[in-house]
């Protein structure tokens, strides 16, 4: 098993950037493809973006895409960069651990309890 702890989230203006971050623990991190999820009120739990567990592929939704950056470092850690950040980014966003280099929420295991972004216009 491996537990998921979401930061970096928070208020900011449309076009700045915000770091997101989760850190597992455990030691079988390295076992797991990532993902990045996120949830506007309302709607439903959308992809965003998802890096191997050797960190060698990365996956985007076309919403983030050249603008999202997702990354991992071998400790415990996997980052979400947000550039140029639009008010529809707005949601709260969760991180995720899974066996499957996948783009759905079924085919992710672990799940962290999120962290609020807000884009203001």
């Known amino acids: 098993q491996v537990q998921l702890v979401e930061s970096g989230g928070g208020l900011v203006q449309a076009g700045g950037s915000l770091r997101l971050s989760c850190a597992a623990s455990g030691r079988t991190f390295m076992r797991y493809n990532m993902g990045w999820f996120r949830q506007a009120p309302g709607k439903e739990r959308e992809f965003v973006a998802s890096?191997?567990?050797?960190?060698?592929?990365t996956y985007y939704s076309d919403p983030v895409k050249g603008r999202f950056s997702i990354s991992r470092d071998a400790k415990n850690t996997v980052y979400l960069q947000m550039n140029s950040l639009k008010p529809e980014d707005t949601a709260v966003y969760f991180c995720a651990a899974g066996d499957r280099f996948g783009t759905t929420p079924l085919e992710y295991d672990y799940w962290g309890q999120g962290t609020q972004v807000t884009v203001s216009s």
């Open positions: 890096i191997s567990r050797n960190a060698g592929s």
